[in-house]
């Protein structure tokens, strides 16, 4: 329980930086949102729970091709300015996006 609250306690005040920072210092923002905490913490968290190394290589594996998948979801904001796209037509085109992303991750490792 107490790894819960940490790993809990660690996720939400990057978040929360990462918000704040948004509006001072947008580029700051997106680098400590890209930063692999999380993963830091699963991998960490999860051989402290006696996941085998084996497991994390896996979980490494999918990853890494997760990671340039799931980022599609931000193509349509950085296309928006120059297609007229709104916050909202953007954030429904990049679900749509990463959708996709998860099919294609899925249809990689056949699951």
Same mark, same amino acid.
């Given at each position: 329980m107490i790894r819960f609250a940490v790993n809990l306690f660690i996720s939400v005040g990057v978040i929360l930086v990462a918000t704040w920072l948004s509006r001072r210092q947008p580029a700051t923002a997106g680098f400590v949102a890209a930063l692999p905490i999380t993963?830091? &913490?699963? &991998?960490v968290l999860g051989r402290m729970d006696g996941v085998a190394f084996d497991e994390q290589v896996r979980f490494s594996r999918s990853l890494l091709v997760g990671i340039p998948l799931g980022a599609t979801f931000l193509l349509p904001f950085v296309a928006a300015p120059r297609f007229g796209l709104s916050f909202w037509s953007s954030f429904v085109v990049g679900l749509v996006l990463l959708s996709a992303g998860y099919a294609m991750h899925r249809w990689i490792f056949g699951a």
């Open positions: 993963t830091m &913490l699963v &991998l």
